[in-house]
Every structure is written in C-alpha cells, then in structure tokens.
C-alpha cells in the first residue's frame, strides 16, 4: 500500500472533527476510566512499581502532571510509566479481547497524564480515550491473533500507537501530525510475552502510556517518521505480523461502525489474574456451586481452553505472586478452595500455601484443538471445565462470556465494589473521589483528579 493506504486513513480518521460520541461510547469510557483507576490504586505499592519508582528517581519531578503515590508534579512521561505500571501491576485491569491487551492501563495513564500538562478538559481525555482506543482495535482485527501468537504483548505493541494516537487527539494535530505519531510509535512498539509473571510485564503497560506521549509530543514538535509505517514493506505488518492475518485492507472499515468502546467494548475483569484463566475460574466456580460440591468432594479438575491460554498460563507450580497470576493449577486451585480469587489470593504469604500446593496434581489443563492459537481475533473463545468428583461423577460446564466480559458486563455496584476494595477503604478515596471518577467527562480540568492520585495510598 502507498502512503494512501491505511496509515494515512488512520490518521485522517484521527484527526477529523466529528460530532460528539453517543452517550452509551461516553459512559462505557467512564466506566472503563474508573475500573483502571481502581487497579492503578491497588497496583501503587507494588515492587514493580516501587522499583520504577526508584529507577526514575531524580527525572522530571517538578512537572505539572501526577504520579500515584508521589507528592511532587512529574513531567507527563514518567507519570504516565509510574501510573501504567501501577495500573497493570496485578493483572487486575481491563482487556481488548480482539487485541489480548490491555487497553485502558495504557491509554487513561498517558491521557491522564498529558492532560493535566496540558489542561485539558475531561471531556476532551474521554474523546481521546475513545479514539485510542478504536485505533487499538483496527490493529487488533488487522493483525491477530497471528501476531499475539507469535509472542507479542500487544499491551504494548498495539498499546503505543493506540496511546501516540490518543494523544496526538488530545493535543489536536492534523492528520500529518497524526500520521507521524502513530508511525513513530512503531519504533517504540514491542515487548515479549515471555516478560509474563516479571515485573517487565507490567512495566509494558508503563512504557506504552511514556511513549504514546513522547510519539505525539515529537509529531507535535515536526519529528517526521515514514508515512506507511504499518503496511509498507519491512513495516509493522510485514516484520512483527507475517502470512496468515487479515491484513489492514478491510481494517479501516470498522471506523465507520459502533465505537469499539460500544462494540466489541472491553472487558472489566473480575479476578485479579490473567484473563486467559478467567474462563475456567467461572466454570469451575459455577459448577461448584450448582452441584454443592465442597473442596473435598472434588477428585480432579481439566481446563480445556483455547491455545493461546495454555502458553499465557506458563507456570505450573509458581513461586511468586507474579507467577501464579499466570498459573491456571494456582488459580483453579484457590478458586475452588476458597469460593472465589481476590487480591489477597496472590498475597507473598499465599504463594506456598500447602492446601494448594497439595491440589495442583490434580488440575490439568488441555489445548482446545478447536481453538488454534492463531485463530481470528474476532472468533468467541470458550472454555470446559470438567470435574470429576469422588464419587465417580464428571460434570462438564462451558463458559463463554465470563463475568465482567461486555456481553456479561459488572454492574454498577460491582463496579463500585471493586473500587472500594482495590481502594482499601480510604474514605478520601472512595468518598466523593468515585463519583468524580465516575463522570469524568463532566470534569472542567483534570486538576482535581490529578491531586486525588498523588494523596492516594498515602493515607
């Protein structure tokens, strides 16, 4: 494709004025914003954090923008890292199922962030948001899953252009403008799922939202990058995709339908753990419960899952909290012990826990063959759990919309819920600061949000 094909369209669609989003666009961004919220709070004291707190020590700390946890302003980069990371620091935070990324940890840090710098109003972060967020899902139907199959975090991958993207609306650049954004943010596009259950997993999150910020403010500056960086011969399609996607010809199209926002939307998780477990803990969880069957009732537990999830849930017998929020064993094994997972499952004292240790050899978990790795983003995935009890019985329960999945949304009060509890009961927090949250894009300056964060979790 020639610099007329689908980076220039992008960027053309980017930059374009249009009318207003529909008030249904405009609530799921809320919604979405407060869910990362929740996580970016819950996210703030852990090591992952504290260490890329430590390394940016002493970089850009009289800024106008604000870091969790951190009384003085930070230029908008390195807030953005901080609060990414945060936000992605337990696997709590919400996915782009048609990406396999994690959307929001990326895009509200850096929108957050270069907002405050540049006082914008929250109705012009939720417009950006969504914007982002749609260039995140035309990547996503072009390229998956053969690129997540590959072994991309596309947290990172997608999340840099989508979050260059976002900010180069934000900062209200033509279409050339948008057009190099995006294309510089190829440059800093990558990360290796192999980083799963290290603290570089969640630092992606951190280092898309700094460079989603850095590629929009360069495009700002003049910085010129080539003008079919995506699609064009040892482009992002060509290098870090190959044969077998659907490729960016039919892509553009889906900017012409609901938001993505909307539909497919994102999915606001309801276990603090990889999503690739999710499925599994449903079906698990609901079996349990529509049998009556206690722990000790249980003689084994097969997961049949899709490809992908079996090499995403890489360890079998964890040994930190990182790692057994992407062990499938751990997780069904605490879901069924326990009736449910919560933050406090992944907690340092939790990882040996001797029941669980005791159950792993009876969890296993089996690739789909019906559900190839590489198989398109935009196919319904579905899991079976099958439980044999003791007295000989196997109980099979398939799920595919788990809870919190858009066509099996968090209500409200779950939504509330998880905000209190990823909050830890700080009234400062939980108080006025939810509903304030909650209407963002009524908000005349992100200031005031920006103040909650650094007082958050000082308390």
């Known amino acids: 494709m020639t610099a007329d094909g689908f980076t220039q369209g992008l960027a053309r669609w980017i930059a374009a004025p249009r009318a207003p989003w529909p008030a249904a666009a405009i609530d799921e961004a809320e ?12 996210g703030a004291g852990e090591a992952a954090v504290q260490r890329v707190r430590a390394g940016l020590a002493g970089w850009g700390d009289e800024g106008a923008a604000s870091a969790i946890r951190a009384k003085p302003g930070r230029d908008a980069p390195w807030a953005a890292m901080i609060n990414g990371t945060a936000a992605h620091a337990l696997d709590y935070d919400d996915v782009l199922d048609p990406a396999s990324s994690h959307p929001s940890a990326v895009l509200v840090p850096a929108l957050l962030a270069l907002g405050e710098e540049i006082e914008a109003s929250g109705a012009d972060l939720v417009d950006a948001y969504v914007v982002g967020l749609e260039v995140e899902e035309c990547l996503a139907e072009a390229a998956n899953m053969v690129h997540y199959a590959r072994g991309w975090h596309t947290t990172l991958s997608f999340g840099a252009p989508a979050a260059a993207a976002a900010c180069a609306r934000l900062l209200r650049l033509d279409a050339t403008g948008a057009r190099h954004a995006i294309s510089l943010a190829t440059s800093f596009a990558g990360g290796f799922k192999r980083q799963f259950g290290t603290d570089a997993k969640p630092f992606h999150a951190g280092l898309a939202a700094k460079n989603g910020i850095v590629a929009a403010r360069m495009a700002a500056a003049g910085l010129t990058a080539d003008p079919a960086a995506f699609e064009g011969a040892r482009g992002f399609l060509d290098l870090m995709v190959g044969p ?17 926002i909307v539909a497919p939307g994102v999915w606001l998780k309801r276990y603090p753990c990889c999503a690739s477990a999710h499925r599994a803990l449903d079906g698990l969880r609901a079996t349990m419960r529509a049998h009556g069957l206690a722990p000790a009732d249980v003689a084994g537990v097969e997961a049949v899952v899709p490809e992908i999830d079996t090499r995403n849930l890489m360890y079998a017998a964890p040994e930190t909290p990182m790692q057994a929020r992407f062990s499938m064993g751990f997780c069904l094994a605490t879901g069924l012990l326990d009736g449910d997972v919560t933050v406090g499952s992944f907690a340092p004292q939790a990882i040996g826990r001797a029941d669980v240790g005791a159950l792993l050899a009876r969890i296993v978990m089996t690739s789909d063959p019906e559900q190839p790795a590489d198989m398109p983003s935009t196919r319904a995935r579905w899991a079976h759990v099958i439980v044999t009890t003791r007295d000989g019985r196997r109980i099979a329960t398939k799920v595919t919309d788990p809870e919190g999945y858009p066509r ?7 939504l509330a819920a998880k905000f209190h509890d990823c909050a830890h009961g700080q009234p400062e927090v939980v108080g006025a600061s939810l509903t304030d949250w909650r209407s963002i894009a009524a908000a005349p300056t992100l200031r005031r949000l920006g103040r909650i964060l650094r007082d958050v979790a000082t308390t």
């Open 31 to 42: 919604r979405a914003i407060v869910d990362t919220i929740a996580c970016m709070i819950a």
């Open 244 to 260: 077998g996607s659907a490729g960016f010809a039919e892509a553009l199209r889906r900017l012409h339908g609901p938001p993505a």
């Open 408 to 414: 099996n949304p968090l209500g409200e009060a779950a």
